[in-house]
């Protein structure tokens, strides 16, 4: 079975060689970057309780945390939208590989970004996804999470070079994005596995995922 890093390789050698040089070198120091400085601190940790939030799904219909804990644990995967080629990977991923093996464990999963409730149900349509899509407009929930910054100028120039231009994309006048991350959160809201991928063009794989539903206290 094909991983998600060797798809993710397979892209960035492709962007690397179709885009311009100048563009290409903006993003490769960008991702170099993140491997550099690693996660920041402050990141919610396994043992924390995630606070109770609302976000509009892709109809924009409100969706709360609780609702989606009431009869198990939650897989969170928070991603930069559906204009970033490597969440695209990851997210059909989960939906055909690891989606099927969650009845198992009574778990519920849900896709998170900064994108609009409009945007996300195209993302929704475009990767066939039915699992939930949430827009967290401002990165407000990423934010109280520990995952949200904002891009560097030169990076968000760069996208716009290119026809992408986040605060058009996103739910708000704000290009604030999440870092990439999976958590999996208990019915009292309990954080029972965190990770958090600097570099976006790293995601956590569908047998990490596997691994510590395995391990959860409750399955």
């Excluded at 563009?23 to 919610?44: H, K, M, S, T, Y």
């Excluded at 945390?65 to 490597?86: K, M, N, Q």
Aim: proline fraction near 6%; include cysteine; aromatic fraction near 6%.
């Amino acid at each position: 079975m094909t991983t998600i890093a060797l798809q993710a390789a397979e892209i960035s050698a492709a962007t690397a060689t179709h885009l311009p040089a100048d563009l290409a070198q903006v993003f490769a120091d960008e991702q170099q970057g993140w491997r550099e400085q690693g996660e920041p601190a402050g990141i919610i940790a396994v043992g924390d309780r995630l606070a109770d939030f609302t976000l509009p799904d892709a109809t924009g219909s409100p969706v709360t945390l609780t609702e989606l804990i009431a009869e198990g644990p939650a897989v969170i995967v928070f991603y930069r939208g559906g204009w970033c080629p490597y969440c695209n990977i990851a997210l059909r991923a989960y939906q055909t590989e690891l989606l099927p093996q969650l009845d198992r464990y009574a778990a519920r999963l849900v896709a998170i970004s900064p994108q609009s409730p409009d945007k996300s149900l195209s993302t929704a349509e475009k990767a066939e996804l039915s699992f939930t899509v949430l827009s967290d407009a401002g990165a407000n929930v990423a934010s109280k999470v520990g995952i949200a910054f904002q891009p560097a100028e030169e990076v968000l120039a760069a996208q716009r070079t290119l026809g992408l231009d986040l605060k058009q994309v996103n739910d708000s006048d704000a290009p604030e994005l999440p870092m990439p991350t999976v958590l999996i959160v208990d019915t009292d809201r309990t954080v029972r596995f965190v990770d958090t991928r600097a570099d976006y063009t790293s995601r956590t794989e569908v047998a990490e995922i596997i691994d510590a539903l395995d391990r959860f206290p409750h399955a």
